[in-house]
């Protein structure tokens, strides 16, 4: 690798000293803080022409030698024209100040960007905090995941829920990152919340196709988000007070304009008032999450700077003095060092940790015992994009990961147990990949975006495995029991995996993209569950399981109004995907050492067409999408014949607007609507042992009844809002969920009426009917 | 592994309650597909006790039909197993077909249940009873402070023995008071498989745990019965389990046809069991 990286630079060098050209260099940041703005956009008025900052806010732009007037704008940001003389390599930071929206006069200068237009990126989504925090939350809690939900092609996996499903993927098929870290599960309380503290956070994004050769590793998405760097003026924090959980960031510098650092904590304390509870049960329990990011960022020099971050929570239900237990957690860690070896060519290496693991003990007494699970992955990256020309950029790279597996433990923990302990063997894999991509400018209407991953995945020993003797469809029977020693590779399998996107700009206002990709997905997900429970078990590739891959395709047509004021858009799509991992009827997943025996593989499809309309500034913002979709999978073992995802809903509509009313007051309010999912429902019965038992003649053939809820709510800020010099900021939030009061099915169960036994009920269960909420937040 | 389940299912309905203070049930209409199958249901057994033998019989009907399950009258049905063939008779005209004579069966013995119903459709099912192990003793303690979710007192009935070496036994536990059979629905019986004991002492095994009013009267006869069952059996009630118990509400799984031992089509099961068993004597809250 490192000798293809020297020859690359060469190569680079050799091209740049071509022609009397120099490369305009640096970050753009916001001026209060420090921070660096994600994906914001340089322009160059008299070539056209213009660049937009990568994900540590770096830019690179490399002009004829001359006198140019450059523009830098951010969503949400006032412009900053700067006038420079290009006669030499030159740095430059832009300070971007955050643009004050909430005073009229002011609202022409907020960006009206026509990136949506111009980029060659298409089905992807970027979200800011500000946005997402103004969206009505359940009791408060503002998740990124629950806005990501209301984009057009995403669909929620139930009531409440942060489980998401991207144009007909699965929830595990989603690549989460928090600052480049796998996050397995990024739920709190089964679902409910996310693992993500709103405070934290800088920038979001989501990739539902056209995914760039950088990532890879799972077949629908990529959901990027990105923590704060910490304040470099100031020690500055902000925080909350709600009715589940408080919040509190600090940040600030250590090293003024040097070395800044972050610590954000949350946790919920409904557990705090149990005690005084006079239900025993109550009184002896103990429930609560916690999220703690921490994030140490250091400028060693304009070409160096190293970014050490971290995510740790956990959730924890237990009772009496620790008697029965139930936690789970992810742990992530993240080490960048970002190197300019020249200001064309930016580079990034990473060390990545992430763990993710659960624990269950049960019950005191001889068949006391407790079972631990977890999946834990070691990374190295190594990134570079060279800016060669303004209408080229390359990016190639290489990444490593290493994962364990360890499916179950389970101890005893009494001295006279009967269990016998039990440890499945772990199972060790490495997934590397190496990939190049480059986005360039043919003419002046077309731009092209292409690349090619190269994917490639090893079982390594030491492990085990079964073989298995499949002649029975229903029950696999193991045939024979393999070992491999420590270090053996015993599998590889590999995939190449091209991306394409192209964008034909027909006018200032209007475009064309299409794009095409192939993922290739080789860590899978059991779960017997169609909500997102903790009790995640995540299993490699290996010579029973194939790995997943996915082809799709999306054409697009994007258009603006006024001025960039509106954004519109229509996207279709179609996806192919092989070798979906699905489960034999009442499969044993949990503690079982032959859980690869249990799967049975298929196809899936899924297509779509998704419609957009946005209005992203001014008084009055807000969009409204609308998805037709269907997702369809082919699983021959398990049913015959092409059936529903339990996720398909056809139709899907999020209406999502927020008006500030008055300069402290904002109103926001959101309404959605969704088809029924479909579940199977049982068609006749019998009975046996007292027990009334159903009868299945379809799969997914019945449908949960439609989906739809209005929330709203009203941000008052403090009387400091429209004074700067003050520091001091607080806002009370009232958020409520389900106005009118929806009672919406999350499932439907069979009940025998109260009255008469004969008589059996469908009976629906929801979770929650109109529920409002109290915020306050403040920050300094 | 039906206890693993339980306590998993039961810390997340725990989790869950906590989590979802407001959620609620509410009836609704739901248009099944009433295209109901008519298929024949089969409740069978044979033991090594030397006592009559039944097969129940009946028809499925639509899931929200208003009536008792269908008896299927009229149906020629027999065990047969080692160069035996026992003929069960309808005799109250009520689907329950009990044989002629008091037989035992054999261990290691495969029998078949054939079933011959009135419009000449044959249907079987085969299985064998396997060994039972001895029960030492079957002990008990009124107690408030095992489970450690309250402070209920209960009576928790143990059971004491050796599970022989080699995997592949299966357990079902049920319990009689005053000699009828108490754990009269299938998800009151308790069963496991070895995986995770084999060979192992079990001493003060929790098998039953009755509240406080289930004992009413002072000496109470309590029979512990243990019986053997195949593979099959224990997947079968797994499965029945999952979608009658186990698989409602918050956490629903991918439902699926409860599994059988029965050819053509028909549901139910024919189970073969060796039976054990140890009296106890319960005292009142004590």
């Given at each position: 690798m490192k000798h293809l990286t020297i020859t690359l630079f060469l190569l680079f060098t050799i091209i740049f000293s071509y022609g009397q050209k120099y490369t305009l260099s640096g970050h753009i940041k916001d001026?209060?803080?420090?921070e660096e703005l994600i994906g914001a956009a340089i322009f160059v008025e008299r070539l056209n022409t213009g660049a937009s900052t990568n994900v540590y806010g770096f830019y690179s732009l490399t002009l004829p030698k001359g006198e140019y007037t450059i523009r830098a704008t951010y969503l949400g940001y006032d412009a900053y024209i700067k006038q420079i003389k290009l006669h030499e390599n030159t740095n430059f930071d832009f300070r971007l100040s955050a643009s004050s929206e909430k005073i009229e006069e002011v609202l022409v200068t907020g960006e009206k960007s026509d990136k949506n237009i111009t980029?060659?990126?298409?089905s992807t989504t970027k979200l800011q905090m500000k946005v997402i925090e103004k969206i009505p939350a359940l009791l408060g809690e503002v998740d990124l995941i629950k806005t990501i939900q209301l984009l057009p092609g995403v669909q929620n996996s139930g009531e409440g829920s942060t489980g998401f499903y991207v144009r007909g993927g699965g929830v595990d098929q989603n690549l989460v990152l928090l600052d480049e870290a796998t996050v397995f599960n990024a739920s709190h309380l089964g679902g409910l919340f996310s693992v993500f503290n709103s405070d934290a956070i800088k920038d979001v994004k989501l990739y539902k196709g056209g995914i760039p050769a950088e990532f890879g590793g799972r077949l629908s998405s990529v959901l990027d988000v990105r923590m704060n760097d910490g304040n470099q003026k100031q020690l500055s924090g902000s925080g909350g007070i709600g009715i589940l959980s408080s919040r509190l960031t600090l940040e600030g510098p250590i090293i003024k304009d040097k070395t800044t650092f972050l610590v954000a904590g949350r946790r919920t304390y409904?557990?705090?008032?149990?005690?005084?509870?006079?239900n025993y049960s109550v009184q002896n329990s103990i429930a609560y999450f916690y999220d703690l990011n921490l994030k140490i960022n250091h400028t060693i020099s304009d070409k160096d700077r190293i970014f050490v971050s971290g995510y740790f929570g956990k959730d924890v239900v237990a009772f009496g003095s620790d008697d029965v237990r139930f936690d789970y957690g992810n742990r992530t860690f993240t080490t960048r060092w970002n190197h300019l070896f020249s200001p064309k060519l930016f580079s990034n290496f990473s060390f990545i940790y992430s763990k993710y693991d659960y624990g269950i003990k049960t019950p005191p007494g001889v068949t006391q015992f407790e079972w631990t699970s977890y999946i834990e992955n070691f990374s190295l990256k190594n990134h570079y994009t060279a800016y060669l020309l303004p209408d080229f950029t390359l990016k190639f790279g290489a990444d490593a990961t290493y994962h364990t597996f360890l499916p179950g433990k389970m101890e005893n923990t009494s001295d006279e147990a009967v269990f016998n302990n039990l440890e499945l063997p772990l199972s060790h894999a490495i997934e590397s990949a190496v990939f190049a991509g480059a986005e360039n400018k043919i003419g002046s209407r077309l731009k092209v975006q292409y690349g090619l991953r190269f994917s490639l995945f090893n079982n390594i020993g030491e492990g085990s495995m079964y073989e298995y003797n499949k002649t029975n469809p229903k029950e696999y029977t193991v045939a024979d029991s393999l070992h491999f020693d420590k270090g053996e590779i015993f599998n590889t399998y590999y995939a190449f995996e091209p991306r394409f996107g192209i964008n034909l700009t027909l006018n200032s206002s209007t475009s064309i993209k299409a794009s095409y990709n192939r993922m290739a997905q080789y860590i899978h997900l059991a779960s017997n569950t169609m909500s997102a429970t903790p009790l995640d078990l995540w299993f490699p590739s290996s010579p029973n399981v194939k790995p997943q891959m996915a082809d799709q395709i999306a054409a697009g047509l994007f258009k603006n109004f006024n001025d960039n004021a509106f954004e519109t858009s229509v996207e279709v799509y179609y996806k192919w995907m092989n070798n979906m991992v699905d489960f034999r009827d009442h499969a044993s997943l949990l503690g079982n050492p032959r859980v690869e025996g249990e799967l049975r593989f298929g196809e899936g499809k899924a297509y779509g067409a998704e419609f957009l309309v946005k209005k992203p500034v001014g008084k009055f913002t807000g969009w409204i999408s609308y998805t037709w979709s269907r997702t369809l999978r082919n699983i021959p073992d398990i049913y015959d014949g092409w059936y529903p995802a339990s996720y398909d809903k056809p139709h899907d509509v999020s209406v999502v607007l927020s008006y500030q009313l008055y300069p402290r007051l904002n109103v926001s309010a959101n309404w959605i609507y969704s088809s029924g999912a479909p579940r199977t429902m049982p068609a006749g019965r019998f009975e046996y042992g007292n027990l009334r038992l159903p009868l299945y003649t379809t799969r997914n053939g019945i449908r949960l009844p439609d989906y739809h809820r209005a929330d709203l709510s009203v941000t008052f800020e403090g009387k400091n809002y429209d004074k700067p010099k003050k520091r001091f900021h607080s806002s009370w939030n009232l958020s409520v969920y389900n106005i009118y009061d929806r009672h919406n099915a999350y499932s439907v169960s069979f009940v025998e009426d109260k009255n008469n036994p004969e008589i059996y009920n469908a009976e629906k269960l929801y979770l929650f009917s109109i529920l409002p909420s109290l915020t306050w937040n403040f920050n300094f | 592994m039906n206890r693993l389940i339980k306590y998993i299912t039961h810390i997340i309905i725990l989790l869950t309650a906590i989590a979802l203070f407001s959620a609620c049930t509410e009836i609704i209409d739901v248009e099944l597909d009433e295209n109901a199958t008519n298929l024949l249901v089969v409740d069978a057994k044979i033991t090594n006790r030397d006592t009559f033998h039944y097969a129940r019989i009946n028809r499925s009907i639509s899931y929200f039909e208003e009536q008792a399950v269908p008896p299927e009258l009229n149906a020629k049905v027999t065990i047969s197993g080692g160069n035996k063939t026992y003929n069960l008779l309808d005799v109250d005209n009520d689907g329950v077909y009990v044989s002629e004579l008091k037989f035992a069966g054999e261990i290691d013995v495969p029998y078949t249940l054939s079933i011959t119903t009135a419009d000449g459709k044959t249907f079987t099912a085969e299985n064998t009873i396997k060994a039972v192990p001895p029960i030492d003793s079957v002990t008990y303690e009124y107690s408030n402070i095992i489970l450690p979710f309250d402070r209920e007192y209960r009576y928790y009935i143990f059971l004491h023995m050796q599970e022989p070496e080699g995997l592949g036994n299966y357990y079902l536990w049920n319990l009689y008071k005053n000699g009828e059979l108490y754990t009269d629905t299938l998800d009151e019986q308790q069963f496991i498989f070895d995986?995770?004991?084999?060979g192992n002492y079990l001493s003060y095994v929790n098998i039953f745990v009755l509240d406080d009013n289930e004992i009413e009267a002072d000496n109470t006869e309590m029979i512990l019965e243990m019986a053997s069952i195949s593979k099959t059996e224990y997947d079968f009630r797994i499965s029945a389990l999952f979608e009658a118990?186990?698989?409602?509400?918050?956490?629903?799984?991918?439902p699926a046809n409860v599994t059988t031992n029965l050819s053509d089509g028909a549901v139910g099961f024919f189970s073969a069991q060796a039976i054990v068993s140890d009296t106890l004597v319960v005292r009142l809250k004590q």
């Open positions: 001026s209060e803080t420090g980029d060659v990126e298409m409904a557990d705090i008032f149990f005690p005084l509870s006079n | 995986e995770n004991i084999d118990v186990w698989n409602q509400g918050l956490f629903q799984g991918p």
